[in-house]
């Protein structure tokens, strides 16, 4: 066995996390090989460290402490109890939880819809969202999924699986970002922009 | 303690992997901790796999197995031992072998000089360099480095401190790459490519 094949088991497993691509992959796992020996331990104790505290929240998706499950936003009084938003990643909770704009709870898919990465309605979040759509008496749905093919596809499906729900499905506005200007926006953005006039 | 605090350590030393901003770890350990279980076992047993059987080459950096240091490019009697190619990063040596167009020893840097990084000679691998162009009697030093700020100023430094040694230290040509069209290619390029005509 050369070292090569030594470094191969760490390369694939560098590979499946998201938007690390082969070539990354490589590089980080040489990396760690030779150049950082003492990543290694930091990786493997943070890594372990996790694996023991931190659990998905048995509603919304996002890490919670595994004595703190359903998580701290899930369980908050403090917030609109009807109004649902899903979003792709748990990561984008805490962007709009800056943004003031929401004071919902949350729903994470933990993905999108898209074949090329051989995801699919059943990677997805979608029965554990219908559930709760009918035990928590949701009256409407915000999609806040980003404006690219997939979030779109992935908007389409999830209309589709809540139909017959006695529920409003609504989308984050298109139109043009804060501080922008007209004349850098994109074609897309710009007819979306002209459509939303208000 | 939330769990956002819980996983701080993880994207602390997911953010210490080459190319990974704070962004992307913190993408990661979200995908680890709630999306991927499984991904952390496969990441803590590849990596402790590497830790037990891999290590740097005593000479010239690559990974190798911890039973056979020096690695096989290094002990392989079929290269030319005089003649010794500089690189930045151990990945570098596969790229270059693949293009068959070296068949010397190599040494890896391990970076390049890099003040944005905090990266400084002391972190490369240059006195080894030195003490191998003395020890091993080596004639010619080929800088492989990329043709960046950061490659250029390496490069200017290991020119400095080669010096005094009775060896010749070149670099690897400027011009246009294989393929590429004149209309393509630019400026900086196209200069180096004129200077350098053959």
Redesign the interface.
């Known amino acids: 066995?050369?070292?090569?094949e030594?470094?191969q088991?760490?390369v694939?497993?560098?590979g499946?996390?998201?938007?690390?691509g082969r070539r990354?992959a490589?590089?980080?796992?040489?990396?760690?090989?030779?150049?950082?020996?003492d990543?290694?331990?930091?990786?493997?104790?943070?890594?372990?460290?996790?694996?023991k505290?931190?659990?998905?929240?048995a509603k919304c998706?996002?890490?919670?402490?595994v004595d703190?499950n359903p998580?701290?936003l899930c369980t908050s009084p403090g917030r609109e109890d009807g109004l649902l938003c899903v979003v792709e990643?748990?990561?984008d909770i805490?962007t709009i939880e800056r943004s003031g704009g929401f004071r919902g709870r949350y729903h994470?898919l933990?993905?999108t819809l898209s074949p090329p990465k051989g995801q699919g309605p059943a990677d997805l979040r979608v029965q554990s969202l219908v559930a709760r759509v009918r035990e928590e008496g949701i009256s409407e749905v915000v999609l806040a999924l980003n404006t690219d093919v997939e979030g779109d596809a992935t908007a389409a499906f999830l209309e589709e699986a809540l139909r017959g729900e006695p529920v409003k499905v609504s989308r984050l506005a298109f139109g043009l970002p804060a501080g922008s200007g007209i004349r850098y926006s994109d074609p897309v953005t710009l007819e979306r922009a002209f459509k939303g006039r208000m």
Do not use: W, Y
């Open positions: 066995m050369a070292a090569v030594a470094l088991r760490l694939t497993a560098l499946k996390l998201p938007g690390v990354s490589e590089r980080m796992a040489m990396r760690l090989a030779v150049g950082r020996r990543l290694i331990d930091e990786l493997l104790a943070s890594l372990a460290f996790v694996q505290s931190v659990t998905g929240c998706g996002s890490p919670t402490l703190e998580c701290r990643e748990p990561a805490a994470a933990m993905g």
